[in-house]
């Protein structure tokens, strides 16, 4: 069965701090992997797509790492703000049939940054 | 541009009651979704139209109707309320449905959180 696995489920740090969210997927062919992120009471906002071929990728202080061998992706957040507090969603494209793909959705992390 | 935009924001129901959720977008984007959010799950398709005219089930559409009214517009109606569709339902566009390796980006709408009581 494809699934995406984030951990951790909550994370609380300080403002300044860096972090690490973690994202183990089992979908199968892989195509992509994107991370979004959901402020409370929003829709979720992309904030990265990643294919087979990349291997790290910023967006401001925002980097995304891929392992499409051990099937693992991180989002390492550096100097975070009190902004950055939001729930942070892996999704990988999972095959549905008839050449199309259908997302398939992480749990999320929920990440607080404090003063 | 205003992107993707639902109505209403906020509804509560009585266990039975019907009603419509309403998802217009002004992208120009050919495939639309309608996706819930329930505490502790990642967000699950109930129904995508991959362009105008044509409508499929996704994960859970068991007590979801919708309407692809035209390029713009996607609907999804509660036929007869249940408790267990309280939920937040985010409505979603992206250019086209995904394919082979292509990742066309979806782009959320800010939700419609729903109680059914």
């Known amino acids: 069965k494809n699934q995406v696995e984030q951990s951790p489920q909550s994370l609380i740090i300080l403002e300044g701090k860096n972090c690490t969210l973690q994202?183990?997927?089992?979908?199968?062919?892989?195509?992509?992997l994107r991370w979004y992120k959901q402020d409370t009471g929003r829709g979720p906002v992309s904030l990265t797509i990643?294919?087979?071929?990349?291997n790290t990728k910023s967006n401001g202080r925002y980097t995304a790492t891929l392992d499409a061998d051990t099937k693992q992706s991180s989002l390492h957040i550096t100097a975070s703000q009190l902004s950055d507090s939001a729930s942070y969603i892996c999704?990988?494209?999972?095959?549905?049939?008839?050449?199309?793909?259908?997302?398939?959705f992480g749990k999320g992390t929920k990440l607080s940054v404090i003063p | 541009n205003a992107g993707v935009t639902q109505t209403p924001k906020f509804q509560v129901l009585k266990t039975g009651q019907s009603m419509t959720l309403q998802c217009a977008q002004d992208?120009?984007?050919?495939?639309m979704y309608w996706y819930r959010q329930d505490p502790g799950m990642g967000l699950r398709l109930i129904y995508y139209?991959?362009?105008?005219?044509?409508?499929d089930k996704g994960e859970v559409p068991n007590g979801y109707n919708v309407s692809r009214l035209n390029k713009r517009e996607f609907s999804l109606r509660l036929e007869s309320a249940a408790p267990s569709q309280t939920s937040v339902y985010f409505c979603?566009?992206?250019?086209?449905?995904?394919?082979?390796?292509?990742?066309?980006?979806?782009?959320f709408g800010p939700g419609t959180r729903l109680t059914v009581l």
């Open positions: 990643m294919t087979f071929s990349e």
């Open positions: 979603a566009s992206s250019e086209k449905v995904l394919a082979g390796g292509a990742y066309n980006e979806q782009f």
């Open positions: 139209s991959a362009s105008e005219g044509t409508t």
């Open positions: 992208m120009n984007h050919n495939s």
């Open positions: 994202c183990n997927y089992t979908v199968s062919p892989f195509s992509n």
């Open positions: 999704v990988v494209p999972a095959y549905s049939g008839a050449g199309s793909y259908q997302l398939t």
